[in-house]
């Protein structure tokens, strides 16, 4: 009943920077939880962002930290990825996901997700 939809992929130069947006549409709560992974060719699929709509929480991982932030509207259907200082490592597709199910706040230890997104393809390259 849910749908998620990712845009703002792009080709950046390194040190450049990308907004991904995630919108959500269907039945859903407000206290559902967002989050970011990113699948490069090669790669492992890395869990790099989450987003609480309950508590507001976040959750970053060491490779995007610092460097990415994480925004949901008040409408609690929108989520923004701003992307900093881009690296060519930071290649890969971009998945929004949601959680329906609790927990609701973001843990560093627990990536559960069951509604994915397309994808957004991000590509950094001079």
């Known amino acids: 009943q849910v749908q998620l939809v990712e845009s703002g992929g792009a080709l950046a130069q390194p040190g450049g920077s990308l907004s991904l947006s995630c919108v959500a549409s269907?039945?859903?709560?407000?206290?559902?939880?967002f989050g970011w992974f990113r699948h490069a060719p090669g790669k492992e699929r890395e869990y790099i962002a989450c987003?609480?709509?309950?508590?507001?929480?976040?959750y970053f991982a060491d490779s995007v930290k610092g460097r990415f932030t994480i925004s949901i509207n008040d409408a609690k259907n929108t989520v923004v990825l701003r992307t900093d200082n881009l690296n060519p490592e930071d290649t890969a597709t971009y998945y929004c996901?949601?959680?329906?199910?609790?927990?609701?706040?973001?843990?560093?230890?627990?990536?559960?997700?069951?509604?994915w997104g397309q994808g957004t393809q991000v590509t950094v390259s001079s």
């Open positions: 269907g039945s859903k709560k407000d206290d559902d939880r």
């Open positions: 987003i609480s709509g309950w508590d507001g929480s976040t």
């Open positions: 996901t949601m959680s329906t199910r609790s927990p609701y706040r973001c843990y560093a230890d627990y990536d559960e997700y069951d509604v």
